[in-house]
């Protein structure tokens, strides 16, 4: 029997949980020098490894939906993705030109996914509508 | 593409629901391939013809529903 779409919710978010954790338990080492020099760039990148699990997981979650349900996630998947890629661009341009702060990417990469699940969020909202 | 999906719903006194069940899809699915919003893989199709007891091209017609 295939996993519900609850299942899939509770492991995708505990993933992203799971790497925010290590994220700040990383960061929180780094600052306390606490991290053994030769090893710093592999323990850095700790938390990305859940969020290799996080993604093959949403690819299965996509995998198991209604094929309707499936199309419209991708039509959102598009919408995410170009609006993503224009507001980074747009924001980078009106930085280069010095008409707002240029943030270092260190700064503001978690911002990168909160906006890629804002707009995943609006795509699916706009799409279905089509299909209603 | 048009379909007599909803005809043939009605016949067998099943809701939207009732079909998706059947079909082991959702019933937001059902409902857009009645009107005319969605068009089903080939795989749902066969499904549903087979589920009817009739050929594809006995529910489907290519022509453009009215709403485009």
């Known amino acids: 029997m295939r996993p519900t779409t609850s299942r899939y919710t509770r492991s995708v978010l505990g ?3 799971v ?8 960061s929180a080492l780094d600052h306390w020098g ?3 020099t030769g090893l710093r760039p592999v323990v850095v990148l700790i938390p990305v490894v859940p ?11 996509l995998r198991d939906l209604d094929e309707l349900e499936r199309m419209i996630h991708h039509e959102a998947i598009l919408v995410q993705f170009g609006a993503t890629g224009i507001l980074v661009m747009s924001y980078g341009m009106l930085a280069k030109a010095g008409l707002v702060p240029d943030f270092r990417v ?3 990469f978690p911002f990168l996914w909160l906006a890629i699940f804002v707009f995943w969020s609006l795509g699916l909202v706009v799409v279905r509508r089509k299909y209603r | 593409m048009t379909n007599r999906l909803r005809v043939l719903r009605a016949e067998h006194g099943w809701s939207q629901g009732d079909l998706a069940e059947r079909l082991s899809v959702s019933r937001q699915t059902v409902n857009a391939i009645e009107t005319g919003k969605y068009d089903p ?5 066969f499904a549903v013809a087979r589920l009817f007891g009739m050929p594809i091209e006995g529910i489907f017609s290519p022509e453009p529903s009215p709403e485009g």
Not at chain 1, 19 to 26: D, N
Not at chain 1, 51 to 60: G, M
Request: no cysteine.
């Open chain 1, 15 to 17: 993933l992203a949980m």
């Open chain 1, 51 to 61: 969020l290799v699990f996080f993604f093959f997981r949403i690819a299965r979650w």
């Open chain 1, 34 to 36: 606490a991290l053994p």
């Open chain 1, 106 to 108: 260190s700064q503001v």
């Open chain 1, 19 to 26: 790497s925010a954790g290590l994220a700040l338990a990383v």
């Open chain 2, 41 to 45: 893989s080939l795989p749902l199709a």
